[in-house]
């Protein structure tokens, strides 16, 4: 009996070396601007390493650069996954400095940070093609999912036959209809989520990694 | 579209012009000549419909190229449109296989500051186009 528990262990062990080994998985977190990416992000990278992102704002574009969080470490029933969390700027067709001056901002600002914005947007576009193993797509469960930006978006990604995992983000607003983006994706399963306020989480976490594990 | 430009409406600022291009002709053209001819068109102010849409690996790089070009007080993006992508979930292997899947739809592209989708659904894309 005692043999056995050993050789037991000691394959236990060889498997979680061989895991451990393995590279991390890099899930590109996607949405449209304002959907709750890095607010997300922020939330995984806090509850598993304790470390933050990058800022969060109601400013859509406040993520101008895509930002790699590594090694973040999730473990959940018993399944354990190394993911590199890579929070995205909001992808878009159209970019208008002057959308940006409604938010207290001066011209030149306001023009620095749409240069910047499409900089980010063409980068998001880059990485989803060449360097993501997998993707989460942030939805703002409030606002109507059936638009272009998502539509092509969810076409390239399941082009590239990457796992994706949709979340219904912003569910402790009113508004929130999870239901809504579940009709617009129903090839795609849809959790709902607050990043921000932390809820159904647990959830989150499961399905990442039965997803990328 | 160069051949129709020269004297075409949008030069002496009277109407919109539109350019419906045919599946064969976009068949016959690399994924970089299709963005150059959309945005080159759409640059000039002009309406680009596709009879055939763009995979969605052309796709990604026509937002990547938009992005690129995008200008203050210049040029602020297009507007793109297609119907959606309903047969995608039930696609079977074989036919993506085959790439049967990758161009779907009708599109239609415009300049972001002049074109506004007013109405989409499954079956009807309806836009207001206004002049530069």
Do not use: C
């Amino acid at each position: 009996m005692g043999l056995f528990t050993d050789l037991k262990d000691s394959v236990s062990r060889v498997t979680d070396k061989l895991f451990s080994a393995q590279e991390p998985k890099r899930i590109g977190i996607y949405g449209p601007p304002n959907a709750g990416k890095t607010t997300l992000a922020n939330r995984i990278a806090r509850d598993w390493t304790g470390d933050a992102v990058g800022p969060e704002s109601h400013i859509p574009h406040e993520t101008r650069r895509a930002r790699r969080k590594e090694n973040v470490e999730i473990e959940r029933n018993g399944k354990k996954v190394t993911i590199d969390i890579v929070d995205t700027p909001g992808v878009t067709t159209k970019v208008d400095y002057e959308e940006f001056l409604d938010h207290d901002m001066e011209k030149e600002d306001a023009v620095r940070r749409s240069r910047e914005a499409t900089e980010g947007v063409a980068e998001a576009m880059h990485w989803l093609r060449e360097d993501v193993d997998g993707v989460i797509y942030v939805l703002d469960s409030t606002t109507d999912p059936f638009t272009q930006v998502n539509t092509m978006l969810i076409g390239i990604i399941e082009s590239q036959d990457l796992p994706v995992l949709i979340l219904a983000n912003k569910t402790d607003l009113e508004d929130s209809s999870v239901q809504r983006i579940r009709n617009a994706f129903p090839q795609h399963e849809t959790i709902p989520s607050s990043a921000l306020e932390g809820d159904n989480m647990d959830e989150v976490y499961e399905k990442i990694a039965e997803y990328f594990g | 579209m160069p051949e129709v430009k020269e004297d075409g409406p949008n030069d002496g600022g009277g109407g919109v012009q539109i350019d419906l291009i045919g599946a064969d002709r976009m068949a016959e053209m690399a994924s970089m000549e299709k963005i150059r001819m959309i945005l080159d068109g759409v640059r000039d102010g002009n309406i680009v419909i596709l009879e055939q849409g763009l995979s969605p690996d052309e796709e990604s790089k026509l937002i990547e190229v938009t992005m690129t070009e995008i200008s203050p007080d210049e040029f602020n993006g297009i507007e793109i449109e297609t119907y959606p992508r309903s047969e995608t979930s039930d696609q079977s292997f074989l036919d993506r296989l085959m790439g049967k899947e990758s161009t779907a739809k009708l599109t239609v592209i415009g300049p972001a500051n002049q074109i506004e989708t007013l109405h989409k659904d499954e079956n009807l894309i309806s836009a207001l186009v206004s002049r530069k």
